[in-house]
């Protein structure tokens, strides 16, 4: 599994790339926050119809295919599924540790919020925003990894993943930088906390480079591959979905994600 210098560069411009899209979330907060959310919906489907058809087509099978490499097809078959299913699991523990109120994927109404502190405080607002920023942070980290694993194993899914990614960061950008602003007024304050948060991105790169240097083997890439398909899928159906619903209408969000996959499938096709 070794991996030249540009290809690690990319991978970790892509990470990079992914996780700095809560600024867009924060730019539609403050410049378009009237307009209808209609294409956010459609695009968060499609997300999650890109990631859920990449995870069962894409990343699974080829985890497989390294497990087999190394034990019995059965084994592998084995554990690439229990791999799959622990990706879900950490991921929903992850979800289930960070509260409701702070949760970045979990739908909040912020249309009808007034003009900066009119409503609540200061510090009620400050530390809604900022909880939020270390929610997502925690939730970035294994989407960060995810995003470089698989750029070091195929660009082409990498870049897939990444765009993705961050059409799913979107709103996260929104959530961190909306409760900042009406506590300080302040849309610069606002838009570097969004930003930073979204650097827990490439900081999960680092980390699957650190584990990819050192420890990696086939079986283990197999296993961590496996994992973040159990996770792309955990992303999509718990956070996505839910997520697209509350900014449109229930048959837009299945459209987009019915496109999702039929795009993935063509570009499969097409590249195959």
């Known amino acids: 599994m070794d991996a030249s210098l540009n290809e690690i560069l990319i991978a970790f411009l892509l990470t990079l790339f992914a996780g700095l899209s809560t ?3 924060s730019a539609i907060a403050f410049f378009a926050r009237k307009a209808s959310t209609s294409f956010l919906s459609w695009a968060l489907g499609f997300s999650a119809g890109v990631m859920v058809y990449l995870s069962f087509v894409e990343i699974f099978p080829k985890a497989f295919e390294s497990l087999a490499l190394e034990m019995s097809e059965t084994r592998a078959y084995t554990l ?3 791999a799959f299913f622990g990706g879900v699991l950490l991921t ?19 249309e009808d919020s007034s003009t900066p502190g009119n409503e609540k405080s200061y510090k009620q607002l400050m530390r809604m925003g900022l909880f939020t ?20 194993e195929d660009p082409a899914l990498g870049i897939t993943l990444a765009i993705a990614i961050a059409i799913h ?22 838009f570097f906390y969004s930003a930073i948060s979204g650097l827990a991105e490439p900081i999960g790169a680092l980390v699957g480079f650190l584990v990819l240097s050192i420890f990696l083997t086939e079986t283990l890439f197999g ?11 955990y992303i ?27 795009t993935m499938a063509l570009s499969l096709m097409i590249f195959f």
């Open 23 to 25: 600024a867009i979330g």
């Open 169 to 190: 960061n979107i709103p996260e950008g929104i959530a961190v930088s909306v409760p900042i602003y009406y506590a300080t007024g302040s849309k610069k304050k606002a």
């Open 223 to 233: 296993l961590i591959f496996a994992g973040v398909g159990g996770i792309m899928v």
């Open 80 to 82: 690439t599924t229990l």
């Open 133 to 152: 920023a270390l929610a997502i942070t925690l939730h970035n980290l294994p989407e960060g990894m995810a995003t470089f694993i698989a750029a070091i």
């Open 236 to 262: 999509a159906l718990d956070e996505l979905l839910p997520t697209a619903e509350k900014y449109g209408a229930h048959h837009q969000v299945i459209y987009g994600l019915v496109l999702g996959m039929a």
């Open 92 to 110: 929903g523990v992850i979800d289930r540790l960070v509260p409701d109120s702070v949760n970045p994927h979990e739908p909040k109404d912020y």
